[in-house]
């Protein structure tokens, strides 16, 4: 069995938390509450003939943990760097976790995930545009953007999906897999 390692950095109230639990419980709770530190949550899923644990760090992206979040960077094998299709302020944090990636876990895959895709096919104007996702898709080097809902769950599945394909791919034979070992600095009561 393999471990493969995602943390998702990004701003706060973005939706990391309820794209965590979508893909893990297949649930949305719209009442969630400010993630203290960092949750880890895990899944196990099948790829050609491996099982592999999914774990996740969903991280907080208030400014006063973003010096511990950069525990967990270290050993991730994926990042998605979460931002909020209908706030550009969210938006321009995403080079800033960027950056923080590269510097902490050159080696990490970055995904981009634009959240909250329901609220715009409701009306709420799009602050992002595709034209804007390209370009820093293209910046930062990352495998793929992709505009999700955690509320009706569109994307969420093929997100992962793609996800776990690219980490094995790109790890594979790397001492044995996408295996990896927990940050190993983290404080104990984060566990
Ligand atoms: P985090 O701080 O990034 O972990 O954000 P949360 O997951 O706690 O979500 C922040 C707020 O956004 C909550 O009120 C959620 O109900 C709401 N939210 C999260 N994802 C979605 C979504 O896909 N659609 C809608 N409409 N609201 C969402
Ligand atoms: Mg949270």
């Not at 992206?61 to 998605?80: M, N, P, T, V």
């Not at 034209?131 to 994307?155: I, M, P, R």
Request: hydrophobic share 40%; glycine share 8%; aromatic share 8%.
């Amino acid at each position: 069995m393999a471990l493969c390692w995602v943390v998702d950095p990004g701003a706060a109230d973005v939706g990391k938390t309820c794209l965590v639990d979508r893909y893990l419980h297949g649930r949305f709770d719209g009442t969630s509450r400010p993630t203290v530190g960092a949750a880890f949550g895990a899944k196990t899923v099948h790829r050609n003939s491996t099982v592999i644990t999914v774990g996740i760090w969903d991280t907080a992206g208030q400014e006063r943990f973003e010096s511990i979040s950069k525990l967990y960077y270290r050993g991730a094998k994926a990042a998605l760097v979460c931002f909020d299709l209908t706030n550009k302020a969210s938006f321009s944090k995403v080079r800033f976790w960027v950056d923080e990636l590269k510097a902490y876990a050159p080696e990490c895959l970055i995904f981009l995930v634009g959240t909250k895709a329901d609220l715009v096919e409701a009306g709420v104007p799009r602050e992002v545009t595709e034209a804007e996702l390209t370009k820093v898709c293209q910046e930062a080097g990352a495998v793929s953007v992709k505009n999700t809902s955690s509320k009706s769950g569109a994307n969420i599945a093929e997100l992962f999906d793609e996800v776990v394909n690219e980490v094995t791919d790109r790890f594979q034979g790397r001492g044995g897999g996408p295996q990896t070992r927990a940050p190993s600095r983290l404080p104990a009561t984060l566990w």
